[in-house]
């Protein structure tokens, strides 16, 4: 008895079909937009640099449950055995789900390769395959945007397959996610989209800047706003400068409120009046306006203006002290 005999006796004993079925999944993962019929085929929207974790699950299958094959290219992928096994109950049927995840790195050469998931057991072979569709970034900075450090570049994502309208979709959302640029403003041309952004926000953008190839990041670093290094050089050194000014104007300030220099004749003064008259010839204290009470030392303030009593030369003449009693 073939197995349409036997799948047309089970119909008329009403006995539930159950049989395997395989399922690869991602969220960047989109049905093509015309679909084949009987062709199990996923579009996988992907860039350079990303860390994939692809989901492929089988249903409806039996114990001992078989492994799940992962292929590249039709080409087997060697990785740890690490599925997982799970029991659920259909229609008083006991059944096991089988569930194995894999990590693919993108590069911009697995652009139109096919991914795969495989199973087999008894009469049941099955297989869902993805594409991946990879769009590279480029970056256009024109020279003056780069010398200056200061405008908008472009940056650009192309693929080489025909335009796909769920590709397109998914690609913009990609996009909006990255950048912060919405749908409506990415230009498209054919299977190139593109995005105007501020030159300073691409080079803080780790996120960009991981998708990037090494020769289009060396092309944004050359840009290090050379031309206006010069301007920052000398702002500083006016501020250094013009601080040190303030600091010494200040310093100066405070002392000469306390100290004033001048050239004077010798004093000629009279015993009693607080202060001693110098010699001839010699450098002198003259002081005005001070309180008899004020409790003030002459030598001491003398050392502290920088004049020792009795040397010969120009006189201190100290001017307004308002000092406290004691």
Known sequence: MDSFMILFLMLLKGVPLMCEDIYLEHPDMVEESIHIQGRNV???VAVPGEILDLKCEVTFTSQPANKI??????EPVRKPNDQIEHKETKNGKVIVVIEDNYEISITKEMDGSKMSCGYHKGQYTGKAVVVLRVFQPEIEISEEVCDNCNGNVRLIFKERSPLEANVDKRIKQ?????????SEEISVHNSEYSVLLPIDKVKDNEEILDILN???IDALDKCECTSNNWIWIVIAVIAVIAAAVVA???????FMSFCFWSKSKRYRGEAGKGVEAGERGEKSL???DLNENSGVNVSELSKLCGVEEGE???SLKVYDFNLPTT
């Open 286 to 288: 003259e002081m005005h």
């Open 42 to 44: 996923k579009l996988l």
């Open 248 to 254: 010494a104007f200040v310093i100066a300030c405070r």
């Open 69 to 74: 094959v992962w292929k590249i290219n039709e």
């Open 312 to 314: 010969g030369g120009e």
């Open 174 to 182: 990609k996009i909006t996610k990255l950048t912060g640029i919405q």
């Open 214 to 216: 090494g020769a289009t």
